[in-house]
């Protein structure tokens, strides 16, 4: 089912939640809303569901304007942070009961819930109550709770949320692997932008109630097309550095560049991945301090106070890379690989994606190394 929002908007009272939101969902699309807390995302999430209704605009399903119907007549599974399972109800009895009170006959029935168990994991778990399951357990029976009335759009506002981190991780892949086996449409709320990016076919990213750039995840970590999208995506986030803009050059306090011809804004700030950062023993285009220096296995994370710039930056180095706190270190960016930003905050110039990168592999800054 294709789901269009057409210039969207929600006021409770004085509070705008978000505004002027329009975008298209694709038939079997799995979309992320992202952004930070009170941006908005869960409200746009509940409009669609009908759980609220919009104060502007219009919402189609399949070209239908469903913008006023309940959400019963939606035919959408809404699946929650906490579950929202039946303490007293076996997992069984959670997945069927919705069946039950459509009038489904009880042999398909139990045909539909044991085939879905057996698709999440949890077919020896259907006889137990969810007091007896442990929370990734929990969360499957509520997605097979939804998955068995065989929806046309799957609404998921966090529900990774309350799993711990390792749990967290294995349930980003089997959602992606559902997701491929239903082929449904799914939107999908997080304010956790590496769940996002790991995902997604496509990132809806949001700020204080408006979208702020809609593309693939590698679109959105390499072509950010403003300081704040550059600043949400990517962990550790872009270093940012105030500059001068001659016209010809692009001068920080650290760093010098030439000024692409094509770029006719005048450039106030300047963004680098912390991946682009090269550190080196001697030489470098500017001397700094590592002031901490973190092991993370498959990478390094330096931070340096460099030589006249204000903020420390961070670097991120290949795991055979080695540093202490206080070795004085050269630092230049690697291939030119600037970010540009104008004062009202619209990235001017963005450097080519790597050449590893695809639009097709979102890459997060751990996966590059
Ligand atoms: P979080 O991740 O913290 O849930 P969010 O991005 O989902 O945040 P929303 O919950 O959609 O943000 O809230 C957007 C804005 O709307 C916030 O300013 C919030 O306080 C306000 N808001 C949300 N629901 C209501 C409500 N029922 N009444 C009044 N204001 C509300």
């Known amino acids: ?31 992320t809303l992202v952004g930070p807390s009170g941006c908005g995302k869960t ?25 006023t119907l309940p959400p019963q007549q939606r035919n959408i ?17 959670n997945m069927s009961f919705a069946l039950e009170d459509q009038g489904m006959a009880e042999v398909d029935i139990e045909q539909r819930v044991t085939e879905t168990a057996e698709m999440l994991g949890i077919g020896e778990q259907l006889n137990q109550k969810p007091g007896e399951l442990s929370g990734g357990q929990q969360q499957r029976v509520a997605l097979g709770r939804s998955i068995v009335r065989d929806p046309n759009v799957f609404l998921l506002d966090e529900p990774l949320s309350n799993l711990d ?11 992606q692997k559902i997701h491929n086996e239903l082929g449904k449409t799914m939107i999908y709320v997080t304010h956790d932008q590496e769940e996002a990016m790991t995902m997604s076919d496509r990132i809806a990213i949001m700020n204080q109630g408006r979208l702020q750039q809609v593309s693939s995840p590698a679109e959105a970590y390499y072509q950010p097309t403003n300081r704040f999208v550059a600043s949400f995506i990517g962990s550790p986030a872009m ?10 050059r692009v001068e920080t306090a650290a760093f010098s560049t030439t000024k692409p011809e094509a770029v006719t804004d005048t450039v106030t700030e300047v963004g680098v991945r912390p991946e682009d950062l090269e550190i080196s023993e001697d030489g470098g285009e500017s001397r700094a301090d590592v002031s901490v220096f973190e092991q993370l296995g498959s990478h390094n994370m330096v931070y340096l106070a460099v030589d006249g710039v204000d903020d420390e ?32 905050g619209t990235a001017v110039y963005t450097p080519r994606p790597r050449p590893r990168a695809s639009r097709d592999s979102p890459a997060s800054p751990s996966s590059r190394v």
């Not at 981190?165 to 959602?175: F, H, S, T």
């Open 77 to 93: 599974a809404f699946v929650f942070q906490n579950y929202a399972l039946y303490p007293h109800m076996t997992a069984r009895r």
């Open 239 to 248: 270093n940012f550095m105030g500059c001068q803009d001659d016209g010809d």
């Open 313 to 344: 930056l961070i670097a991120q180095v290949p795991a055979i890379k080695y540093f202490e706190e206080g070795d004085r270190v050269g630092v230049s960016v690697t291939d030119r690989r600037y970010h540009f930003f104008a004062r009202d």
């Open 1 to 31: 089912m294709i789901v269009e929002l057409n210039g969207i908007t929600k006021r409770f009272g004085d509070i705008l939640a978000f505004d002027d939101v329009s975008l298209t969902i694709d038939d079997g699309e799995f979309l």
């Open 43 to 67: 409200t746009l999430l509940r409009c669609i569901a009908g759980l609220e209704d919009v104060s502007e605009g219009k919402i189609t399903f399949d070209g239908q304007d469903v913008t």
């Open 165 to 175: 981190a390792k749990l967290r991780v294995q349930m980003r892949a089997e959602l």
